[in-house]
Antibody, heavy 121, light 107 residues
Framework: EVQVVESGGGLVQPGGSLRLSCEAS????????MGWVRQAPGKGLEWVAN????????YYMDSVKGRVTISRDNAQNSVYLQMNSLRADDTAVYYC??????????????WGQGTHVTVSS | VIWMTQSPSLVSASIGDRVTISCRVS??????LAWYQQKPGKAPDLLIF???TLQTGVPSRFSGSGYGTDFTLTINNLQSEDFATYYC?????????FGGGTNVEIK
């Protein structure tokens, strides 16, 4: 089955860190750009970051720049999101998603079930 | 930064109705627009990309149209499984932007 599965979410205090993981199966992740999209409770979708197949091109939304790092390990068929200096407004479900087109700016055709991140003291 | 405005934010409709959702963009994005459906507690599902191309497996009652700054998602003959929230997404450039969402509820 073609899917991506996120893990690593949880409850963290403001200023803390979390590393989210996204493991792909049923397809070769090295052939695709990959991204993260988040959704705060009761709110809409918000793009977070995208990473090129070889990791050589990366884009972030402004509010996470300097605090969040997207990376990948193609040998492990996985993508990661390291989040530091977490704030209350980072509380959200974080989705890993596949980018089907050759360019990084694209729609997302495959989404994981999401992992919950709660930033609270 | 591009602004995206989806309207209406809420639609009340009945089975068999035709529903149209608008997505207006603050600058010309050609046809670089996608639509998603999201049900409560679930991940979004891709419906349409490149303004009007249906993702594999999406029923033909869904259609998309538009160009430049004005786009529309149309659902013909609304079915029970179509009650959900719909989002448009611009992918003309980074940052990728999603519309605020339209909740289609049962009338």
């Amino acid at each position: 089955e073609v899917q991506v599965v996120e893990s690593g979410g949880g409850l963290v205090q403001p200023g803390g860190s979390l590393r989210l993981s996204c493991e792909a199966s049923g397809f070769v992740v090295s052939r695709y750009w990959m991204g993260w999209v988040r959704q705060a409770p009761g709110k809409g979708l918000e793009w977070v970051a995208n990473i090129k197949q070889d990791g050589g091109d990366i884009y972030y939304m402004d509010s996470v720049k300097g605090r969040v790092t997207i990376s990948r390990d193609n040998a492990q068929n996985s993508v990661y999101l390291q989040m530091n200096s977490l704030r209350a407004d980072d509380t959200a479900v974080y989705y890993c998603a596949r980018v089907p087109s050759g360019s990084g700016w694209s729609w997302f055709d495959l989404w994981g079930q999401g992992t919950h991140v709660t930033v609270s003291s | 930064v591009i602004w995206m405005t989806q309207s209406p934010s809420l639609v009340s409709a009945s089975i068999g109705d035709r529903v149209t959702i608008s997505c207006r963009v603050s600058q010309d994005i050609s046809t670089y627009l996608a639509w998603y459906q999201q049900k409560p507690g679930k991940a979004p599902d891709l419906l349409i990309f490149a303004t009007s191309t249906l993702q594999t497996g999406v029923p033909s009652r869904f259609s998309g149209s538009g160009y430049g700054t004005d786009f529309t998602l149309t659902i013909n003959n609304l079915q029970s499984e179509d009650f959900a929230t719909y989002y448009c997404q611009n992918y003309d450039s980074f940052p990728l932007i999603f519309g605020g969402g339209t909740n289609v509820e049962i009338k």
